[in-house]
């Protein structure tokens, strides 16, 4: 990480402007510089070799050979000691596969008996994530405050205040959505759509109600190798388009458990036992998480969609459907995954991942019983190295969803030559992809996870970094 010190004649004037005595402020300013990207290239066989889009889910399959959405951030920290027993940390950056998104937090050490006093907008737990499948299995994100690392015993205590919401716009998609459902002829929902858009204050109302806060209190206890996490969630008026009010209310929990072993077997390894359940606005997409884009897209329950519906933009949106959740919904999802290189240099790192959803009771229907549906997933990379700064990546995915009996499947296979350089602090990556990608989502009808896909090639490059 690059550093620059800052003028101590700045930081004394900075002092002596924010009412702190200079002569008693032993300032002394670094900043930090980090970041992330990825950028690619990717082309289908099946389609003339053609830019390829995103051919499987990769939290599923394994990320190798499948991101060919390019994604980056990067930001700045400023470390300023204040006395002895004092530090100022200032966060600023940006994010996002359009660099749009603006973060920035403040962290107080010292004015707390002991951990980390924040406010700002920003991430909290990004360690909990599967670096093969890109998974972030808890995904709490948005506007808040809260300590962190508050020492009691041999224990640490965080707990925290999250706000954060959906970015719905409503432009004319909207209008074609409310006329195609009127069209429909639908009866389930003839009596939503009449009481609510035939009354334009009634509509507007709706309307007004889809960017609601959802409140998240966080709280999580780690001692040892075991933390546990809570979040309790609510969101005034969750309504969707037609009028129905989703849950308003829910809360989810999540245990992991850390090994320095691969389950038991010792050397150079890791491995890691996660359990989560949750219940109304802590199932399905939003189990572990706040909303977030990226909560909308993992792996969560179907029902909330990663392909468009139907109804097209609205009906299918994923963003759109990441609070529609019924009070009475459960979810629940375990997750195993670690790593182990052997002597010779060769790495193994497997995941298993499963969630399964109850719907809970489908008040739009009219049925007791709103359904099921779950997901298994398995895959492998393994590392096999080749010459100083040169290896060979393989990766193996498969992963079954089943929704009230109909079962879909999707599996994939991935050889990656990588050229590889790294100081430990910063490494970069430049790799050659082939994907064989049975079923592929790129030659075939996206809007239906049940019709039979094609089968495809998928070759890229692709440069990744960190620092």
Do not use: C
């Amino acid at each position: 990480m690059k550093k620059s010190k800052l003028s101590i004649a700045i930081l004394g004037a900075a002092a002596v402007l924010s009412g702190i005595p200079a002569v008693n402020a032993a300032i002394i300013d670094e900043v930090e510089f980090h970041g992330y990207f990825r950028a690619g290239f990717f082309a289908s066989k099946e389609n003339d070799f053609k830019k390829a889009g995103i051919g499987g889910q990769k939290e599923l399959l394994g990320r190798l050979g499948l991101e060919s959405d390019n994604d980056g951030n990067f930001g700045f920290t400023t470390f300023t000691d204040i006395g002895e027993e004092q530090q100022l940390r200032i966060n600023i950056g940006v994010g996002g596969t359009d660099f749009d998104e603006l973060i920035g937090f403040v962290e107080m050490d010292g004015v707390t008996r002991s951990g980390t006093l924040w406010a700002g907008d920003r991430k909290i737990g990004e360690e909990n994530y599967i670096f093969m499948t890109d998974f972030f299995y808890t995904d709490i994100e948005g506007i808040g405050v809260g300590i962190q690392d508050y020492e009691i015993g041999d224990s640490f205590i965080d707990l925290a205040y999250i706000s954060s919401e959906r970015s719905i716009s409503l432009d004319d998609d909207y209008d074609d959505f409310v006329d195609q459902a009127f069209s429909s002829g639908t009866d389930v929902y003839a009596g939503l759509f009449r009481a609510g858009f035939s009354d334009p204050a009634a509509r507007a109302l709706i309307a007004s109600n889809q960017n609601n806060p959802m409140h998240t209190f966080h709280a999580s206890y780690t001692l040892g190798a075991l933390t546990l996490q809570g979040n309790y969630k609510y969101m005034a008026d969750n309504w969707d388009f037609t009028g129905k009010q989703w849950a308003d209310t829910g809360y989810d929990a999540t245990a992991i458990y850390h090994m320095l072993d691969f389950f038991g077997l010792k050397g150079n390894a890791f491995s890691y036992a996660i359990a989560q359940a949750g219940r109304g606005l802590g199932s399905g997409n939003l189990l572990g998480g706040t909303i977030t884009d990226y909560g909308s897209l993992r792996p969560g329950s179907t029902t909330q969609g990663y392909h468009t519906g139907e109804w097209g933009k609205y009906s299918g949106d994923p963003y759109y459907l990441i609070t529609h959740r019924e009070e009475d919904a459960l979810s629940a999802r375990v997750l195993l995954w670690g790593g182990y290189t052997n002597s010779d240099g060769i790495g193994f790192f497997p995941s298993i991942q499963a969630q399964y959803n109850d719907e809970g009771t489908n008040s739009v229907s009219g049925a007791d019983d709103g359904g099921y549906n779950y997901w298994v997933s398995v895959m492998m990379r393994n590392i096999f190295p080749v010459r100083d700064n040169f290896i060979i990546q393989t990766e193996t995915g498969y992963y079954e969803n089943t929704a009230n009996g109909s079962t879909w499947h999707q599996s994939k296979f991935t050889v990656a030559p990588t050229f590889v350089l790294s100081d430990g602090l910063k490494t970069a990556e430049i790799r050659f992809t082939a994907t064989y990608l049975p079923l592929s989502w790129t030659t075939g009808d996206e809007t239906d996870p049940t019709v039979t896909l094609k089968d495809d090639i998928v070759i890229g490059i692709q440069a990744d970094a960190y620092w």
